[in-house]
T-cell receptor, first 114, second 117 residues
């Protein structure tokens, strides 16, 4: 049973470009969470999605960031017009049901903005 | 809202010595508590969790933690550490399911455990 997959593992973007981060949850999991780990900070919740629905986006920056989890395919975290402050590790976690208590984390995507 | 404080940012310890990593939380509602470990350039792995019941929780790799409701603490312990335990450890909370907050995790700042030979 494959774990949570994230790609790419490393992503370099120039300021102003777009970054697309992908997350394939574990088989049978329909709940996806995105977290960001900034340098010298802990992990911060960004968004919680179920298939085709955003449930909680209280941790998402108001501008330039969006997320989706379509009926088919991976969850996507999209950052438009990246800035240097977006450089961070972005982690995806999946869970088989809401409030299931345990989230399984992917290896993360390390975004570097130059 | 919930918050988590990990009282030590770095903990150096010698191999085979005991270790305690401290975690305190704040919440107006009942919570579930977790400890995760992160090895360099990897994702997070669950060490143990407290949902209800016995306040002493045993996890993987010989770790255990004790939930203390009166002190709002969930300290992580291991009686004898190995070099391979060197990693960053995160304490996290989520609101109990009945509060319908979706299970998002609120993390502490992390504690770097460095085990020296």
């Amino acid at each position: 049973n494959a774990g949570v997959m994230q790609n790419p593992r490393h992503l370099v973007r120039r300021r102003g470009q777009e970054a697309r981060l992908r997350c394939s949850p574990m088989k049978g999991h329909s709940h996806v969470y995105w977290y960001r780990q900034l340098p010298e900070e802990g992990l911060k919740f960004m968004v919680y999605l179920q298939k085709e629905n955003i449930i909680d986006e209280s941790g998402m920056p108001k501008e330039r960031f969006s997320a989706e989890f379509p009926k088919e395919g991976p969850s996507i975290l999209r950052i438009q017009q990246v800035v240097r402050g977006d450089s961070a590790a972005y982690f995806c976690a999946s869970s088989p049901r809401e409030g299931n208590y345990e989230q399984y984390f992917g290896p993360g995507t390390r975004l570097t903005v130059t | 809202a919930q918050s988590v404080t990990q009282l030590d940012s770095q903990v150096p310890v010698f191999e085979e010595a005991p270790v305690e990593l401290r975690c305190n939380y704040s919440s107006s509602v009942s919570v579930y508590l977790f400890w995760y470990v992160q090895y360099p350039n990897q994702g997070l792995q669950l060490l143990l969790k407290y949902l209800s019941g016995s306040t002493l929780v045993k996890g993987i790799n010989g770790f255990e933690a004790e939930f203390n409701k009166s002190q709002t603490s969930f300290h992580l312990r291991k009686p004898s550490v190995h070099i391979s335990d060197t990693a960053e450890y995160f304490c996290a909370v989520s609101a109990a399911i009945l509060y319908n907050q979706g299970g998002k995790l609120i993390f502490g700042q992390g504690t770097e455990l460095s085990v020296k030979p």
